[in-house]
């Protein structure tokens, strides 16, 4: 009888913390951006302690330790691998992903992840088993066996939490295996050395600026004051100076999008909701789409005929990738970036993705 309420007991620790951990926040916060992005704070400042209980109190019963202490060195040892682990590995991974590798990239984070956890919280657990004469192999074997549960935990409620993953849905394929629009001119902010490249669009870029570019540079098209119907491409916003560098002049018509004279203002600006300019053939589409800061949101696209909805975004606890700068082409095809150094293209009717090159703030005209 004693066994069994032990057990009930287990379930219902187990069920609390993955409803305080995920489905709480979830519930309660979902019309309030990314749901993952609050799980995870929740488990970095709440969550721990409630893992913490749990591995202490399997710790403790199977190898007889004094419970107290073990939850409470449990729940030190939880904290301090969380932190560190974010410190480590949050800075440091998003630049091993990348639209063709997001799927395997994924289950080496958790592997490593993993690995790195058991690494970090033995020390902890080793300490239990001080005086023990069989300490070492006690403590690896407490060690894997409660991370393997937690673990198995914690990616059940970041599964719960989860945005659909672009990949389950779309396609990902080679730029040189789309069918791309005719006559589109693609310029964008280099991410090696931060210079403006541009060309055709699936053709061969080049070189056409030094600008040396910040991370709070932009490059958007901006009025030509002298020629009313002309659009320049110029780098602004210098780290918040406002000073104006000009690439090109003239590069576009007004005219060739149907946003022309009040979007370009806003391209300056990173964390909107901002709706994808339509260039040429793509102001006559059914489709409409719009970026959105939200990482659980992230491009959206809606046919206003059949009603039909679309999400492209990419979130896991360490790699977020947020869409903006987002063009609508002619064949209902989307340029946009994709994440910190990505500029992908995206075919709705398809449903295909293609990596265009790694760079930032994608512009898009008509080649003259």
């Not at 403590?139 to 991370?147: A, D, E, N, P, R």
């Not at 673990?151 to 791309?180: A, D, H």
């Not at 300019?277 to 059914?286: F, K, T």
Request: include cysteine; charged fraction near 20%.
């Amino acid at each position: 009888m004693k066994a069994e309420m032990r057990n009930v007991k287990f379930q219902k620790i187990t069920l609390l913390i993955i409803s305080v951990l995920f489905v709480l926040p979830s519930a309660a916060l979902a019309n309030m951006g990314s749901v993952l992005l609050i799980a995870t704070v929740v488990h970095l400042f709440i969550g721990n302690v409630f893992i913490g209980i749990v591995e202490g109190l399997i710790l403790s019963k199977v190898f007889k330790l004094k419970k107290l202490k073990t939850i409470l060195l449990l729940i030190l040892a939880n904290y301090f691998s969380a932190w560190l682990g974010y410190v480590l590995i949050n800075f440091q991974i998003d630049p091993l992903f990348n639209l063709h590798n997001v799927r395997f990239m994924l289950y080496v984070f958790i592997v490593v992840a993993y690995l790195l956890t058991i690494l970090i919280e033995w020390p902890f657990i080793a300490i239990l088993f001080k005086g023990d004469t069989r300490w070492l192999s006690k403590s690896i074997k407490g060690c894997i066996l409660v991370q393997t549960i937690s673990y198995i935990l914690l990616c059940s409620g970041y599964w719960i939490v989860r945005t659909t993953p672009f990949y389950k849905e779309t396609k990902i394929v080679q730029l040189s295996n789309m069918e791309l629009p005719e006559n589109v001119m693609v310029y964008y902010v280099d991410d090696s050395d931060g210079d403006v490249y541009g060309g055709l669009l699936g053709g061969e870029k080049e070189k056409i600026f030094d600008l040396n570019s910040i991370p709070e540079d932009r490059l958007v098209l901006w009025p030509d004051f002298l020629k009313s119907a002309e659009l320049d491409l110029v780098a602004g916003f210098r780290g918040g100076s406002y000073d104006w560098t000009v690439i090109q002049k003239s590069i576009a018509a007004k005219s060739d999008y149907s946003l022309a004279g009040s979007s370009f203002v806003l391209s300056f600006q990173k964390y909107i909701t901002a709706e994808a300019e339509r260039l040429a053939e793509a102001r006559d589409s059914h489709w409409n789409f719009n970026t959105r800061w939200w990482l659980s949101e992230g491009l959206v696209g809606l046919n206003m005929e059949t009603e039909e909805r679309v999400r492209i975004n990419y979130e896991i606890p360490a790699v977020m990738w947020n869409a903006r700068r987002a063009t609508h082409l002619p064949d209902d095809k989307v340029i946009f970036q994709f994440g910190k150094r990505q500029i992908c293209i995206y075919d709705v009717v398809k449903k295909e993705i293609a990596l265009v090159a790694y760079g930032r703030d994608p512009v898009a005209v008509l080649r003259k």
